[in-house]
């Protein structure tokens, strides 16, 4: 299900200098510098694309059609995350590929922040401090340090969830949008600059500083993970 955005010029990136100005947050990195943006009306996809859903689009590998339990990338057991779960293992190619052959596309990147963002200018769409992403996003917690405790050091809060949730297991920003910060990461169809930063909104591995709405990860577009998925968007054509 899609989401119509309605577009409209808002502020991208975000700083660190000035705690009065717009967009202030105290982890900003120096190409996240605070600019506006004009974005046109647009659909953007209520969920992350799930297990489900890649598993009737995609005729590829099988073993992504499968719900999966993976622990630092090695699958730990038993199968315990369903269809409604978010695809992952999907690198930018084979996400290009599978938009385009259902006349959709990737986000880019201001796409992807302007829908993320919902209109805020706060470090995250629920405000400024970790405690408000309680039970708006599935980052790294309690319940997956415990499980997983190389990947840091988790936030004062449980979403009782060791990786990702099915989508929509948390609330939705003003927009309707589910799980923009959190549960996995999400390739954009553009880049930062001359990196490889295609990547957006954190994962279950990651703790809340990464899923900063201004956050950006680094992949080769041939890159694959157990945290990395998608959200497709559909362009409006006149």
């Known amino acids: ?18 705690p009065t100005g717009s967009n ?3 982890a900003a990195e120096g190409d996240e510098r605070p600019r506006e943006v004009t974005v046109e009306p647009f659909f953007l996809a209520r969920h ?6 890649w598993a009737r689009l995609w005729n590829g590998d099988k073993s992504l059609r499968r719900p999966s339990y993976y622990v630092a990338g090695k699958r730990q057991g038993p199968q315990l995350t369903t269809r409604s779960n978010p695809v992952e ?3 930018w190619l084979m996400s290009k590929e599978l938009c385009d052959r259902q006349g959709l596309v990737l986000p880019l990147e201001a796409q992807w922040e302007y829908g993320c963002r919902a209109g805020t200018t706060t470090v995250w769409w629920p405000g400024n401090d970790v405690a408000d992403l309680a039970g708006k996003a599935n980052v790294l917690d309690q319940t997956g340090a415990r499980v997983a405790p190389w990947w840091g050091n988790p936030e004062p809060f449980d979403d009782g ?3 990702h949730a099915p989508v929509g297991s948390f609330a939705a920003n003003a927009l309707g949008l589910y799980d923009v910060h959190g549960n996995v990461w999400e390739w954009c169809l553009d880049k930062h600059g001359s990196s490889d930063r295609r990547g957006r909104g954190g994962s279950f591995t990651n703790t809340a500083t990464i899923a900063r709405s201004a956050s950006r990860f680094g992949g080769a ?9 998608l959200r497709p968007a559909r362009l409006i054509t006149y």
């Open 1 to 18: 299900m899609f989401v119509l955005l309605p577009g409209g010029t808002f502020t991208m990136g975000a700083q660190k200098d000035d």
């Open 24 to 26: 202030f947050d105290p």
């Open 48 to 53: 992350e694309l799930t297990q489900g859903q």
């Open 89 to 91: 293992q999907v690198d």
């Open 161 to 163: 969830h060791v990786v």
């Open 221 to 229: 577009p041939t890159f694959r993970l157990f945290n990395l998925g």
